[in-house]
């Protein structure tokens, strides 16, 4: 059974930082690229950034230069570390593994002052 974890989320003053983590069992975590989306209130989920077997990245423009996504493959955690954050990175952070098929539960990040 494939089970995805995350955790780290909370609340956040603009500007601050937070680090997420996806906790992936079930699966052979260095062979599937993750994926870590954000869906806030109202929107549609979007994609924040991506890690792929071979450690390549890729971030959508509004979050390159703010956010890195790195994994850890004896640990089957993908991390989202999150620096200057902003009110409108207010959502909820999920991960996902092999291209959507499998979803965590989500982590709630809030930032406002």
């Known amino acids: 059974q494939v089970e995805l974890v995350e955790s780290g989320g909370g609340w956040v003053q603009p500007g601050g930082s937070l680090r997420l983590s996806c906790a992936a069992s079930g699966i052979v975590f260095s062979s599937y690229g993750m994926t870590w989306y954000r869906q806030a209130p109202g929107k549609v989920r979007e994609l924040v950034a991506r890690?792929?077997?071979?450690?390549?990245?890729y971030y959508p423009d509004p979050i390159k230069g703010r956010f890195t996504v790195f994994r850890d493959n004896a640990k089957n955690t993908v991390y989202l570390q999150m620096n200057n954050l902003k009110p409108e990175d207010t959502a909820v952070y999920y991960c996902?593994?092999?291209?959507?098929?499998?979803w965590g539960q989500g982590t709630q990040v809030t930032v406002s002052s």
């Open positions: 890690s792929g077997v071979d450690r390549d990245t």
């Open positions: 996902s593994a092999a291209g959507g098929l499998f």
